[in-house]
């Protein structure tokens, strides 16, 4: 069995590749998904999350708003380490 890893950046066609894979026939793990899932509200992850940054970051249905998320770790160093 071959591994195989699809990298890229941001809207570069890395689930494109990923679909057409696995309509071949390939198994596949998507950690877009995947990383959303381990935030789900309520989750360890999502509970570190929220006392980290503040309940400013969650939208009406608790669950975070990564745009939100985005503007603050990549505008502040120190939040982003």
Not at 50 to 63: A, E, P, S
């Amino acid at each position: 069995m071959q591994i195989v890893a699809i990298t890229g950046g941001i809207a570069s066609g890395k689930t494109l590749v990923l679909n057409l894979f696995m309509k071949l026939g390939a198994y596949g793990i998507d950690c877009d998904v995947l990383s959303r899932e381990v935030v789900m509200p309520c989750s360890n992850a999502w509970w570190k999350i929220v006392n980290t940054f503040g309940k400013g970051i969650l939208k009406n249905d608790l669950t975070i708003d990564r745009k939100k998320l985005l503007n603050i770790v990549f505008h502040d160093s120190t939040k982003r380490k």
